[in-house]
């Protein structure tokens, strides 16, 4: 995926009247899952490190509403995380 592809993407969690993504943001995509190919804005969200996982809530998961799609960053690649899972 080239960066302008990357930049048209939606937001995971964004209103549905601005679903792109903002200049001056930094973001990861989700890979895999429920929430596959929306774009995560990781902006100033995990201070000096990456997370070992993030649960996400979504309501189209394994669990429905109520539940979480869970993702973990792809270690050599820290513009993915990678779906592991669904959680209640």
């Given at each position: 995926?080239?960066e302008a ?9 964004a209103e549905h009247g ?17 929430l ?16 070992e996982?993030i649960a ?24 993915r ?6 959680a209640?």
């Amino acid at each position: 995926m080239d960066e302008a592809e990357f930049m048209r993407g939606r937001v995971y969690g964004a209103e549905h009247g601005d679903p792109g993504p903002r200049t001056g943001h930094v973001y990861a995509q989700l890979v895999g899952g429920p929430l596959d190919g929306l774009l995560l804005d990781v902006t100033g969200t995990f201070g000096d490190g990456r997370p070992e996982s993030i649960a996400l809530p979504t309501e189209i998961g394994r669990y429905g509403p109520g539940g979480r799609a869970v993702y973990a960053p792809r270690p050599p690649d820290a513009r993915r995380f990678d779906w592991q899972g669904d959680a209640p």
